[in-house]
């Protein structure tokens, strides 16, 4: 497999679940991010890591947890979230963070929260 | 604040031009970044201008002025497929992507 994976690419939780969503690269890159995109509205940068270490946290509510074991795997812990959570969330990667790298984008997971 | 604007929505005919407009201001910058997504699909790169002017690529071109603080994205004869949300995105001092809302391109027969 190639490029950026994401599972699952659908989710349906209710506030009180707790579920992780997982992100793979297959490019050999350093770095990867988590991103919520909401309709009409730009992506917002959530999470990101370079080199296993967490470099940016864009002040994200605590229900969202990351984790990063390795270059190539990042999760996204969920737990006790709330219906605005609903969007897509895309997980990226880049050769590293600190230039301008393109950044190479997993298809994303479509969460709805009810 | 950091800000970047493009226009929400724009509808071209098949086989003609449209130019899509992208103004920024950012604290810093290190390049700026078109992408394309196809609904439901991953956002997928398609230029970055660090310098003035204009770069072709095949039936797109990308331009950037930086004492303007603007860009546009030219698509050449256009095509059904080319239906998709434009994505502009700068990198600002950090190297952080600030990005924009996009442009959900429509093309008509």
């Known amino acids: 497999e190639t490029g950026v994976t994401q599972t699952p690419r659908h989710l349906v939780m209710g506030m009180t679940n707790k579920k992780s969503l997982k992100c793979e690269q297959h490019l050999g890159h350093n770095a990867m991010y988590w991103y919520k995109q909401s309709a009409k509205k730009p992506l917002e940068l959530m999470f990101v890591?370079?080199?296993?270490?967490?470099?940016e946290n864009n002040s994200v509510p605590s229900r969202f947890s990351p984790e990063c074991p390795n270059s190539s795997h990042l999760f996204l812990h969920l737990h006790t979230l709330q219906p605005e959570d609903s969007a897509l969330y895309l997980c990226?990667?880049?050769?590293?963070?600190?230039?301008?790298?393109?950044?190479?984008f997993g298809p994303g997971t479509r969460l709805t929260v009810t | 604040g950091q800000n970047i604007d493009q226009p929400t929505e724009m509808t071209a005919t098949e086989g003609a031009i449209v130019q899509i407009n992208c103004t920024y201001q950012t604290s810093g910058f290190n390049g700026l970044f078109w992408y394309q997504q196809h609904a439901g699909e991953a956002p997928t790169f398609l230029s970055y201008n660090v310098l003035d002017g204009l770069e072709e690529k095949g039936r797109f071109s990308s331009f950037l002025s930086r004492s303007k603080g603007y860009s546009y994205l030219l698509l050449k004869e256009l095509q059904m497929k080319d239906s998709a949300s434009y994505l502009c995105a700068v990198s600002d001092s950090n190297y952080q992507l600030i990005w924009g809302a996009g442009t959900k391109l429509i093309i008509k027969p």
């Open positions: 890591y370079n080199f296993k270490e967490q470099t």
């Open positions: 990226a990667s880049s050769q590293e963070t600190g230039s301008s790298y393109e950044q190479y």
